[in-house]
C-alpha cells in the first residue's frame, strides 16, 4: 500500500481546526466591515482623484439678464 495519498488525507480534525479559523477571521471583518470600506475608498481616492464638478463659463458666453 502507498503511504503518499494518505498523508494528503485531512481529517475532521484538522479541518474543523481550519474552518474555525477561517470563520473567526470572516467574523472580525464582518464586525469592522463599514470601516474596511472607508478605508478602501479613501484609497481609492488618492489614486484617482476626484473630477471638478464646477461649470465653466467662457468669456464670450452672453450674460443673463434679470
Known sequence: ???EPLALYGGPDQVM???SGLASLLG?????WNKVVAMFFRIVRIFR????AGVEVSKNAPKETP
Not at 49 to 52: M, N, T
Open 1 to 3: 500500500m502507498r503511504v
Open 17 to 19: 481546526t481550519v474552518t
Open 28 to 32: 472580525l471583518l464582518l464586525i469592522f
Open 49 to 52: 482623484p476626484a473630477k471638478s
